[in-house]
């Protein structure tokens, strides 16, 4: 009799290290912006940001995340998932877009 196959969750930090690597990006980089924006709570919502506030994970403004998400191809677009969230987000690292987030603007430039 053959053992079930056990598929184990991915931790967050294993999330963005595998978003960054399908990007070719920091992971450090990503990690660390993330923890600057949003304190790694997915359900982050800064109501001072402009056009409804910044979102998630990654504090996405809504314009922001459904331009990028449309432009790389991803398919039902939800900017409260955290995956798309951090897809975009190393899609945004990968065109040159980090300064987008004031955090990476403070910590790398």
Not at 5 to 34: C, H, P, Q, R
Not at 55 to 61: K, T, W
Request: proline share 3%; hydrophobic share 35%; net charge negative.
């Amino acid at each position: 009799m053959q053992e079930p196959v056990v598929v184990k969750e991915l931790t967050l930090k294993e999330k963005i290290y595998l978003a960054a690597d399908k990007w070719k990006v920091s992971g450090d980089e990503m990690f660390n912006t993330i923890k600057c924006e949003s304190g790694f709570n997915e359900k982050a919502w800064n109501k001072s940001d402009p056009q409804g506030g910044a979102h998630g994970i990654a504090q996405f403004l809504s314009p922001t995340f459904y331009r990028n998400a449309e432009a790389m191809g991803l398919k039902d677009a939800d900017i409260h998932n955290t995956d798309q969230q951090l897809d975009v987000m190393g899609y945004m690292f990968s065109i040159g877009e980090a300064k987008q987030w004031t955090c990476y603007r403070n910590l790398y430039q």
